[in-house]
């Protein structure tokens, strides 16, 4: 059932241990951890592949024919850059206590996604949608007496295809309306366009 491929796509984090950052220079960063005892790592390109970037340019259909995201999808949460990302998935991701979230659907996550990043997606967090609270509890909200607690909540860090679509604002709005802390999300709004224009390295469903 879906809640169970939920839970098993964001039982990912729990599989992280330890991890390296490094910097070799002002302009080169690179993140070395272990999930689930395979080794990842996050760096960057000297050379710029631009049919990769390309081909997340997605203006969204819903956007309007001009579409650019707003610099914050939400008040009080934070909108960060990509420095912020190798930091989240190299000291909180790889100890299992937060989780770098693809709001994307699965058939464009299927194009490429940041190393370490789970799925969750935008469409899917709905009020109507009766696998709501088991998405939500696998994020880490506690069922209580017919409520969700979300003292134990984990800190997410939600990006989508960049700042021509909107998947990540509509991931956040939802969840700060189904009762999800704002403190506990950021916004990566430059998405796979802008990480893949810096050169930095994705993954598919195959690596």
């Given at each position: 059932m879906l809640s169970h491929k939920v839970?098993?796509?964001l039982a990912v984090g729990a599989g992280l241990t330890t991890s390296l950052l490094?910097?070799?220079?002002?302009?080169?960063?690179n993140a070395a951890f272990m999930i689930n005892g395979v080794e990842k790592n996050i760096d960057q390109a000297v050379t710029l592949d631009a049919a990769q970037v390309g081909a997340f340019?997605?203006?969204s259909p819903?956007?309007?024919p001009l579409c650019i995201a707003p610099l914050s999808a939400a008040s009080n949460v934070p909108t960060v850059g990509e420095r912020e990302v190798i930091n989240f998935v190299a000291s909180v991701v790889s100890v299992g206590e937060g989780?770098?979230?693809?709001?994307?659907?699965?058939?464009?996550?299927?194009?490429?996604?940041?190393?370490?990043?789970?799925?969750?997606?935008?469409?899917?967090v709905q009020p109507e949608n009766p696998y709501m609270d088991d998405i939500l509890q696998a994020l880490g909200a506690r069922a209580f007496e017919g409520t969700l607690n979300f003292s134990d909540a984990m800190p997410l860090v939600i990006f989508d295809d960049g700042p021509t679509?909107?998947?990540?604002?509509?991931l956040i709005a939802g969840l700060?309306?189904?009762?999800y802390p704002s403190d506990k999300l950021s916004?990566?709004?430059?998405?796979?366009?802008?990480w893949t224009a810096l050169g930095l390295n994705t993954e598919d469903a195959k690596s």
């Open positions: 839970a098993a796509a490094a910097q070799s220079s002002p302009e080169i960063m340019h997605k203006p819903n956007c309007g989780l770098l979230v693809d709001s994307r659907t699965p058939q464009d996550r299927a194009a490429g996604f940041i190393p370490a990043s789970v799925n969750v997606p935008h469409n899917l679509t909107n998947d990540a604002p509509t700060i309306e189904a009762g916004y990566y709004r430059g998405g796979m366009l802008v």
